[in-house]
């Protein structure tokens, strides 16, 4: 599909979830270079991890100096969930380019708190296409481009690799995934139905320094530091495609710059402006060569002492409900779209990560 440009100067950019692992990374990256522009971050700051860790993220961004003549506008408290709230936020900043990152992550975790996955993704999710349908009442020009968070876990169980875009995903294995997978049929029906360009974005396992506590590279990591040992899932048998979080930023602000154009079909009505990228490393790792390459990079940076060995800590179990074997992101279109492909290394991404752990934890 055609893209439109759209310059990230000059304008206001609403980041939900802001406050979280990519939203914090993705507003450094944009107070760093736009300029004569408004971000506004909505992030409900709720429990689910370790909340220091997000007003660390957010005392990281309120110390930075936003480049010229931009600002910075962080509404902590704020949940996407709150339709009115979302319409106050709308109609106060009237954002041009709006990012959805706001949502109940994790896989497992929605095994034990459902309601969360349904109030923040689906709920919240509404509200914003819903605020975003009307932003361009009154002669506004509204949202010209809607981005938002997907997941790979999308592709369910399937075992066909690489996974694709044009891969069925009908059929999701854990809750999150069915929330994610209906993001992308709502944005769909949005875009068809009210012309808001929309892009949808399938992230492959994320990790990085700030990175989330209930993920598995930073839970072995506590574990590891406190003697205990890890279990791993499927007997060792995982492949997953790690994806640094710089690289993510990069995909999420080329994106953001090229929404699918507008257009009507024969029948005169909108052909929906609507895309679905994957964003990953298009690398899978063996579960069992990533921990091994944790292991090294936490010595190295003196987390664990050296000499360590964990072959000692290693406990093998079998897979966990919802979670799947595999995952490995085709990212062709992508690098066809906008000419990027995420491209660092495992070692690199996990050596900067064990450099801020020991920093961040002094230990
Ligand atoms: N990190 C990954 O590996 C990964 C992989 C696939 C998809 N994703 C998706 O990317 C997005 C960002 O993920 P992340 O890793 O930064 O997660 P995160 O949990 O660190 O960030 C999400 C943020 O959203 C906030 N939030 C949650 N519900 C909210 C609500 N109702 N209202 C306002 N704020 C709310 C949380 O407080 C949190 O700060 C999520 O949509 C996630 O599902 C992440």
């Not at 979280?20 to 992030?43: H, K, P, Y």
């Not at 640094?244 to 029948?267: L, Q, S, T």
């Not at 964003?279 to 944790?294: A, Q, T």
Request: net charge negative; aromatic share 12%.
């Amino acid at each position: 599909m055609a893209k439109k440009t759209i310059h990230l100067d000059n304008r206001t950019i609403l980041i939900t979830g802001f406050a979280g692992f990519i939203g914090a990374n993705l507003t450094r990256r944009l107070l760093s270079e736009c300029i004569e522009t408004i971000i506004v971050g909505v992030d409900n700051m709720n429990a689910y991890y370790d909340r220091q860790l997000k007003e660390h993220r957010v005392k990281e961004l309120l110390d930075m100096q936003p480049k010229e003549q931009s600002a910075f506008v962080p509404l902590c408290g704020m949940d996407i969930s709150d339709k009115a709230a979302v319409e106050e936020v709308f109609r106060k900043y009237r954002p041009s380019v709006v990012v959805n990152l706001a949502a109940q992550a994790g896989v497992r975790y929605s095994i034990t708190d459902p309601d969360a996955y349904i109030n923040s993704n689906l709920i919240g999710f509404y509200n914003i296409l819903e605020a975003s349908r009307h932003s361009y009442e009154n002669g506004d020009s509204g949202v010209q481009h809607l981005v938002y968070a997907s997941s790979s876990s999308v592709y369910g169980g399937q075992t066909k690799v690489p996974f694709s875009e044009s891969d069925s995903v009908d059929h999701p294995i854990s809750l999150y995934a069915a929330t994610k997978k209906s993001n992308e049929l709502l944005a769909h029906a949005y875009a068809k139905l009210y012309n808001i360009p929309s892009t949808g974005l399938r992230f492959f396992t994320v990790y990085g320094p700030a990175g989330r506590p209930d993920m598995a590279y930073f839970g072995f990591t506590d574990k590891l530091k406190a003697g205990e040992k890890i279990k791993i899932f499927n007997y060792g048998n995982c492949q997953r495609d790690f994806t640094y979080i710089d690289d993510i930023v990069e995909g999420i602000v080329r994106v953001m710059r090229g929404a699918p154009e507008k257009a009507n079909g024969v029948d005169g009505l909108p052909i929906p402006p609507y895309a679905i990228y994957n964003i990953g490393n298009s690398h899978p790792e063996d579960l069992m060569e990533f921990v091994n390459i944790l292991a090294e990079e936490l010595v190295n940076a003196g987390v664990l002492p050296s000499g360590f060995q964990v072959e000692d800590y290693i406990e093998k179990v079998p897979m966990q409900p919802g979670d799947v074997p595999v995952t490995y992101a085709d990212t062709s279109k992508l690098e066809r779209d906008f000419g990027y492909k995420p491209k660092t290394s495992l070692r690199e991404g996990l050596k900067r990560f064990a450099e801020w752990y020991k920093a961040y934890y002094s230990c």
